[in-house]
């Protein structure tokens, strides 16, 4: 007759703590924005996000509905509240120019460089997804033109560069060099703040009236 104590003993496998709906969303969107990121939309499935995300592909259905609005939380949504919040700091810019070029970059700049992967998503992306849902770009193209005419008319002065494109084109200098810095820069580029006061001239110089 055996002891029982020299039968193998079952071992006990730890349950993983219920996660709360909250933690759930948090971490399909992170896993979305890195799929997205890598992929582009169409490349992306929810299965890739689900592993990514370590949780049943189902879940993303229950909490998303489908992949388009998954993509519109976790890519354009975090552009279009910076763009809100920086449309309401923009109202309290300094009239100077090349003051206001300081402060735009600083506040725009860094965050496109903490969020390369939104910018990467929405360039792989391109031409997938209804870019209308960038609604904070526009309100903020819309806004910064309106601005910037205000302020020439007001100082008696002519556009060398139609504001249309000016303000385009401004933050397209600063989106390319996040997306392309390892490339400008392999050995590694400048430190934030030289690189911030430069981009900031060139876009005061860029933005300079005619000369008459």
């Known amino acids: ?77 975090p552009f279009n509240a910076r763009f809100r919040e920086f449309l309401t700091y923009s109202d309290t810019l300094p009239p100077d120019r090349e003051e206001r070029s300081m402060r735009f970059v600083q506040a725009l700049y860094p965050f496109l460089r903490d969020h390369a992967d939104l910018l990467l998503a929405m360039v792989k992306s391109r031409g997938d997804v209804d870019s209308a849902a960038i609604h ?45 810095g390892d490339w400008f820069f392999p050995e590694g580029g400048p430190d934030a703040d030289v690189e911030e006061s430069v981009l900031a001239r060139l876009l005061f110089k860029a933005s300079a009236p005619k000369q008459v």
């Open 1 to 77: 007759m055996h002891d029982i104590s020299d039968r193998p003993q079952a071992v006990a496998t730890p349950r993983r703590a219920r996660r709360s709906t909250a933690e759930i969303r948090a971490l399909i969107l992170d896993a979305a924005r890195a799929i997205f990121a890598e992929r582009g939309f169409a490349g992306a499935t929810t299965r890739h996000i689900a592993a990514r995300a370590e949780v049943a592909e189902p879940l993303i259905f229950n909490n998303f509905g489908s992949k388009e609005t998954l993509f519109t939380e976790a890519v354009t949504e």
């Open 136 to 180: 904070g770009l526009d309100d903020y193209f819309t806004r910064a033109v309106g601005r910037v005419r205000s302020q020439y008319e007001e100082a008696g002065l002519e556009f060398d560069v139609p504001p249309e494109l000016m303000v385009r084109y401004g933050l397209g200098t600063l989106a390319g060099s996040v997306l392309l």
